[in-house]
């Protein structure tokens, strides 16, 4: 799933700036720290929201927003610096490959549809959970 992300911003990052590799890498380490961050928030409200459920009791946070931000900012970091390092050059040339024999035509409405939901299920499912995730 994140490869199929990683290659979908970066084919359109290498159209968009001419070629231009460094740029394209950088964007979609971002986007895929950024989908990778978003599924481990959404294991985590779970496991608070089912908690919750089964215990009754509210897990309470008392951390002011810029520690959270802090500690936001802590994992980010880290994690586009291992994902930049991941994706090197010989596995992007392994996912084109990849992608050029089985999906030649990458911007058809179906992939389209299959990365935004990448994004997507993440955000629609976090505030719904956070909102249920109060005791009955």
């Known amino acids: 799933m994140y490869k199929f992300a ?7 990052q290498l159209i968009d700036n001419k070629g231009a590799v460094g740029i394209s890498r950088y964007m979609a380490s971002i986007l895929v720290s950024l989908a990778i961050y978003l599924h481990l928030a959404l294991v ?4 608070r929201f089912i908690v919750v459920r089964q ?5 309470v946070f008392l951390v002011p927003k810029a520690i959270t931000l802090l500690v936001v900012l802590g994992i980010m970091a880290p994690l586009f610096i291992c994902v930049f390092r991941y994706f090197n050059q010989e596995r ?13 035509n990458m ?6 549809v299959k990365f ?21």
């Not at 215990?55 to 897990?59: A, K, L, M, P």
């Not at 911007?107 to 389209?112: I, R, T, V, W």
């Open 107 to 112: 911007y058809a409405p179906l992939n389209f």
């Open 44 to 47: 985590c409200i779970t496991i």
């Open 116 to 136: 935004l939901l990448i994004y997507l299920i993440p955000l629609l499912c976090i505030p719904y959970l956070l909102n249920h995730a109060v005791p009955a």
């Open 92 to 104: 992007i040339l392994a996912i084109s490959q990849y992608y050029d024999e089985r999906q030649p």
């Open 55 to 59: 215990n009754h009791t509210n897990i």
């Open 6 to 12: 990683y290659y979908f911003i970066y084919k359109y």
